[in-house]
């Protein structure tokens, strides 16, 4: 410990014992100008002697503004001369309440490590952690009046922390993404910086921006950053502590990758131009579903829509290896090839709608489009749904029965098997 900043209170001891026990470099005396004569007390009282101090006396310890920017020139002080927070200790047991606050409120978050010992019941002396302590007393070291022991508590921007990995927690959870990022961004700049918690940021980073990207249809890089996050994740845990700290699944991280490396694979580099899967259409389903999960059930619904349309254009590709907007009329069935020449273009190409994907399927003989026949009602009660939600034509808001119960038919008859979850976070 190089550096110690200390309120001088009415008892010198404290800080006496203090002093001996970490043998700083420089001590900066913190206290009200009538304390001059309590430190010349302290400083005969020292054994050791090998340090130099600096000297801040406040003209009026009740004034929190002015003991705010004391306790700034403090650090500066300290800074002038190499010792930064990190090597430094504050102990804010003496001096008026507004002292404490200001020391404490102009250094919070900064990397400084704290010491307070306040008098109990019985007037033995303990000091109070504000971390979390490691025994059935909750934090609290209790030793005798006269045998002080100093003992330094976590920085207590460790558990204003652990608040904010909760607000990230649920804002992950939700899918709230670029709010993560802003969150961790914000949290890195108030000196949550050891090694332990800056790879667990960097983690959560990469992923909230993959799955940013990845529920925004931009698939490009998602892998990457997720598989840059899993390995800054395991790095993590193993620096991490047991206690107080965010955790997420590697497996199902790896779940999605292996689902990403499949819908790349199907779409020939996820270039859906030239080719789309069945894969393309499942994740459309689930980030439907997760739209749901919001709440956001007219958003859901459209989405749901889009993805009949995509099992349409899947198989349509898979069965005449052409897109939708594009068939050659020769490949058409020839029961439907007249009445669906009329749409042809100049080229003489046709471009099938929705229902048309799933008539020219089932005359096909394909299972999809004969399910799709067979349950056409249910299709058009989705279509009609999503045609007087406020996202299209009208101004009716889809609950969640709505969309439960149509998600349903979807999964069922398109046999909507694997599933595309994103992983949660839980703090352990």
């Given at each position: ?211 940013s990207r990845w529920d925004r249809f931009h698939y490009e890089e998602v892998k990457e950053k997720l598989k840059k ?183 069922n008859i398109f046999d909507v098997e694997k599933r595309v979850q994103f992983p949660k976070l839980r703090i352990i």
């Amino acid at each position: 410990m190089k550096g110690l900043i200390a309120i001088l209170g009415q008892s010198s001891e404290p800080l006496v014992k203090g002093i001996e026990e970490y043998k700083p470099q420089f001590v900066c005396f913190y206290c009200p100008r009538s304390s001059t004569e309590k430190v010349e007390e302290v400083k005969k009282k020292l054994k050791y002697g090998k340090f130099e101090t600096i000297e801040l006396f406040l003209d009026d310890p009740q004034d929190f503004n002015h003991c705010f920017a004391k306790a700034n020139e403090a650090v500066e002080e300290l800074n002038k001369r190499n010792i930064y927070p990190n090597d430094t200790l504050l102990d804010y047991t003496g001096g008026t309440k507004i002292m404490s606050s200001a020391l404490v409120a102009a250094t919070l978050g900064r990397g400084f490590q704290y010491a307070l010992l306040a008098p109990s019941l019985d007037e033995s002396l303990h000091y109070i952690y504000m971390g979390e302590g490691d025994d059935d007393r909750g934090g609290l070291s209790y030793i005798e009046n006269g045998m002080e022991e100093l003992l330094t508590s976590k920085n207590p921007w460790e558990i204003r922390a652990l608040e904010s990995k909760r607000k990230i927690q649920r804002n992950f959870n939700n899918y709230r993404f670029k709010s993560v990022i802003d969150q961790l961004d914000s949290l890195k700049t108030k000196g949550l910086n050891s090694e332990r918690d800056e790879y667990l940021l960097d983690a959560i980073r990469e992923l909230a921006s993959a799955y940013s990207r990845w529920d925004r249809f931009h698939y490009e890089e998602v892998k990457e950053k997720l598989k840059k996050g899993s390995e800054d994740l395991t790095t993590y845990r193993n620096l991490a502590q047991s206690r107080g700290q965010l955790d997420i699944s590697v497996e199902k991280i790896e779940e999605n990758i292996d689902f990403l490396s499949l819908l790349q694979e199907e779409t020939f580099g996820f270039d859906f131009e030239k080719r789309i899967g069945k894969s393309l259409a499942v994740d459309m389903f689930w980030n439907a579903t997760r739209r749901a999960e919001e709440g956001k059930y007219d958003d859901g619904i459209v989405r749901l829509y889009r993805t009949v349309e995509m099992f349409g254009q899947v198989e349509i590709y898979e069965e005449l290896g052409c897109h939708t907007d594009a068939v050659p009329s020769d490949l058409i069935p020839e029961e439907l090839r007249s009445e669906l020449q009329r749409k042809s273009n100049k080229e003489g190409k046709v471009e099938l709608s929705l229902h048309d994907d799933f008539r020219v399927l089932s005359k096909l003989g394909n299972e999809i489009g004969k399910d799709f026949i067979k349950n056409e009602d249910h299709f058009k009660k989705i279509m009609r749904t999503r045609n007087t939600s406020f996202l299209t034509h009208n101004f009716k808001a889809i609950d969640e029965h709505q969309f439960e119960s149509q998600r349903q038919i979807i999964e069922n008859i398109f046999d909507v098997e694997k599933r595309v979850q994103f992983p949660k976070l839980r703090i352990i």
